[in-house]
């Protein structure tokens, strides 16, 4: 009878031992099955279309080597052009004729009064030489078709009249300066009031359509220069605007390079802006649309879809940014579905602490 007692409390013993491991294997298993729901992220597949949040696959392919850097938009010299003074005088600028200021072809910029310097009206006395040379002229051109002047004397009269032709300025006679090309005025280069000489430049007009970039990398970057074929300005990429590299130099410590690019108005000249330099393609890169990275305390995460209603977040490490993508070096892998526009919704999804039904804290 002592066994048998014996034998049916170590039977006992050995199933509450079983039962009680079950139950906590029970137990384990229910925790980890909401540590794997606790990260999920709920959001609304409605809620999500309302506020704009898109998920593509991602996958690897092309993207530029990139080179961050600071630039100038200046307007393009190549398109410049100069307004001279045709006499000797005393210039007046017209109304409003400043730095800034617009101009069309053939607009009055200035006028000159000859008569208020030493040495008078040069062009007016000019004009009476040539006056009397085509007089002379006709003189002789009569005489010598009626055989009364000899060759060298009509030979004489004719070096004369172009002597004198040459030495009158029709455009002088009014004393005027004109825009020869239209565009923007950049530069005056006289005062209202001030003495000026005949040929010296009054001003210079910059064709408004074309406009350049001149940026700046350290001199160690010189060689990779070379490689550089575009660069974008934000979203203003040159090449989409007829842009085109047109040199490399080394400046004072720096190395430069230069394009030039259609104006379409959305970028002012004068401006500094940060630039991103593109150069050759790699292969088998993984980038996203800036818009897809969130930032938090200085790492960087984006958000995956995980089921219909949830996302989940995940670290990512950051490499080049041509300034629309970013390189991800690591945390994610082809195929897997990132939400590329509408991240910051998720973002205050994820803030407002939302729990996907059925995987409530509460036991």
Do not use: W
Request: net charge negative; proline share 2%.
């Amino acid at each position: 009878m002592r066994k048998v007692s014996i034998f049916l409390a170590a039977t006992l013993l050995v199933a509450c031992s079983h039962n009680h491991d079950k139950h906590h294997a029970v137990e384990e298993h229910s925790a980890g099955e909401h540590n794997h729901h606790e990260d999920l992220i709920e959001l609304a597949d409605e809620q999500a279309q309302n506020f704009g949040v898109k998920v593509e696959a991602i996958r690897s392919g092309e993207f530029h080597s990139v080179i961050q850097c600071s630039g100038v938009i200046e307007r393009d010299a190549s398109n410049a052009t100069m307004a001279s003074a045709p006499v000797s005088g005393v210039i007046r600028l017209a109304p409003g004729v400043s730095p800034g200021r617009m101009v069309k072809r053939g607009e009055k910029l200035a006028t000159i009064d000859a008569t208020a310097v030493s040495g008078g009206d040069e062009n007016r006395v000019a004009l009476a030489a040539l006056e009397a040379a085509q007089r002379e002229f006709q003189r002789i051109e009569s005489l010598y078709a009626a055989r009364l002047a000899t060759q060298a004397e009509y030979n004489a009269a004719v070096a004369a009249l172009e002597q004198a032709e040459a030495a009158y300025s029709p455009a002088a006679s009014s004393g005027s300066v004109y825009a020869s090309s239209s565009g923007v005025i950049t530069a005056l280069t006289v005062s209202d009031g001030a003495s000026v000489s005949a040929g010296e430049q009054i001003a210079v007009i910059s064709a408004n359509d074309r406009l350049s970039l001149h940026a700046e990398v350290p001199a160690g970057d010189l060689s990779v220069l070379a490689d550089i074929h575009d660069a974008r300005i934000g979203g203003f990429t040159l090449s989409e605007h007829g842009g085109v590299r047109t040199g490399i130099s080394a400046e004072n410590g720096y190395a430069c390079i230069f394009f030039t690019f259609n104006n379409d108005g959305s970028i002012l000249p004068g401006s500094g802006v940060n630039v991103h330099l593109l150069g050759a393609l790699r292969d088998n890169v993984m980038a996203l649309p800036i818009s897809a990275v969130v930032e938090q305390q200085g790492e960087y995460f984006v958000y995956l879809h995980h089921s219909p209603g949830h996302y989940v977040k995940r670290a990512v490490k950051l490499g080049e940014s041509d300034g629309l993508k970013v390189e991800i070096v690591q945390g994610l892998h082809d195929g897997e579905e990132v939400v590329t526009e509408g991240a910051i919704t998720v973002r205050l999804a994820e803030s407002s602490g939302a729990i996907p039904e059925g995987h409530s804290h509460s036991h």
